[in-house]
């Protein structure tokens, strides 16, 4: 886990998201564009709160395995993240208010939220906003989940990461199967599998669908190739991300025999409760589909 402060002015690139929200690259998250105010002005976020603890947690985990079935992105092979991280950000927020006063700010965020991140940790100082839009840590690479926490207990800021360590890099942006970057740092997310298989519903784009292989939630395509995480990423041995042996790969009739009940029972507490049992059929359909084509991501 690394940790960084940062002040709450206005982003500075906020015209980013604008242009982003414009260019409807948001597709169907409403709540991007209802929380654009607060995103460039993470002030109006928490009243009275003017800083950010901003902390980056390592959840890499290897897998070499050629598995059968859909493949699942790294950080949903435990238990849901906004659930495993509660804990440890709980233990961090009653921290933080012991050094404050009595009745001080101090409220903490991962994800959900309209808390700008990623550009909260670049001035904090964790690292630099990467071609394929990612945090990267120069310490561990990318894979690592960002929380916030928002409080006004007085408190020295970071210097913030302004080198940019991409350098003529441009893997990412080649090996993204959907051509889901228009350009270096922006990520048109109507074509990524990401959203396709968790934000989206509704069916699937034949075009878009025909390139996303084998990846049933998720994509890591553009973590795995950057080489910030070839050479620094380290296994996580958290507990709560091992939750069920992990998940890398599930099986093509994983969902078939469960109504809502058993899929809430077996997976309420891990990620693909977002998509849904319906959501989750109609990705291993696109998933089956395309390992009969030989189609791949
Ligand atoms: C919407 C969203 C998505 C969308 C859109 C992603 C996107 N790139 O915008 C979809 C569904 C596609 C998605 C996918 C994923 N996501 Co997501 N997502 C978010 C969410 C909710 C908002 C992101 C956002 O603001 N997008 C709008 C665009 C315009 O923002 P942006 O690209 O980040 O650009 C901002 C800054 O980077 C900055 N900026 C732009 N250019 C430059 C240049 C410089 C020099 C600087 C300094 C700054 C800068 O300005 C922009 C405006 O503020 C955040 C959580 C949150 N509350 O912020 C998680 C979040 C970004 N996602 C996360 C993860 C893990 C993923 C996936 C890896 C999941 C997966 N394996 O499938 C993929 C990665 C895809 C990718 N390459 O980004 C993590 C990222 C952690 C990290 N280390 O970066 C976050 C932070 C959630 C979390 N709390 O951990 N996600
Ligand atoms: S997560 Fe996958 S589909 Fe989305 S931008 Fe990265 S490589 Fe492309
Ligand atoms: S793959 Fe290369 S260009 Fe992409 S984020 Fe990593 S270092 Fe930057």
């Known amino acids: 886990m690394s940790v960084g402060i940062t002040d709450l002015a206005p982003v500075p690139h ?5 242009r982003w929200l414009e260019a ?10 209802r929380q654009a105010r607060h995103r460039k002005e993470p002030s109006g976020i928490v009243s009275g709160a003017d800083r950010a603890i901003v902390v980056l947690y390592n959840y890499y985990r290897d897998d070499s395995s050629e598995g059968v079935g ?3 992105a790294r950080y949903a092979w435990g238990v849901d993240y906004h659930i495993g991280l509660a804990p440890a950000l ?13 009745g001080s700010v101090v409220r903490a965020y991962v994800d959900a ?4 991140e990623r550009e909260l940790a670049q001035r904090a100082g964790l690292g630099w906003i990467g071609k394929n839009t990612m945090l990267i840590d120069p ?11 928002l409080t006004n207990v007085e408190l020295a800021l970071d210097v913030p990461f302004e080198a940019d ?4 890099c441009t893997r990412c942006l080649e090996a993204c199967p959907t051509g889901a970057f228009p350009a270096e740092r922006v990520l048109d997310a109507t074509r990524c599998i990401s959203y396709l298989t968790i934000e989206f519903r509704g069916t699937v784009p034949d075009d878009l669908a025909h390139r996303t292989g084998n990846w049933v939630f998720g994509c890591d395509i553009c973590q795995d190739v950057c080489p910030w995480n070839e050479k620094f990423a380290r296994p996580t041995a958290d507990q709560w991300l091992q939750f069920d042996g992990g998940r890398a790969w599930v099986a093509v009739d994983a969902f078939e025999q469960l109504d809502t009940t058993a899929f809430a ?26 390992r009969k084509d030989g189609a791949r991501g």
């Open 14 to 18: 906020g015209d980013v998201l604008d």
């Open 24 to 33: 409807g690259y948001a597709g169907t998250m409403r709540y991007m564009h």
């Open 70 to 72: 859909g493949r699942v």
């Open 90 to 102: 709980e233990e961090l927020s009653g921290f933080v208010s012991s050094l404050g006063d009595t």
């Open 113 to 116: 939220g309209p808390v700008p």
């Open 139 to 149: 310490q561990r690479g990318s894979f690592t989940f960002v929380a916030t926490i």
């Open 165 to 168: 360590r991409c350098g003529s």
């Open 265 to 290: 029972e077996r997976y309420g507490r891990t990620a693909f409760a977002r998509p849904g049992l319906a959501g989750m059929r109609r990705n291993v359909a696109i998933a089956r589909g395309n």
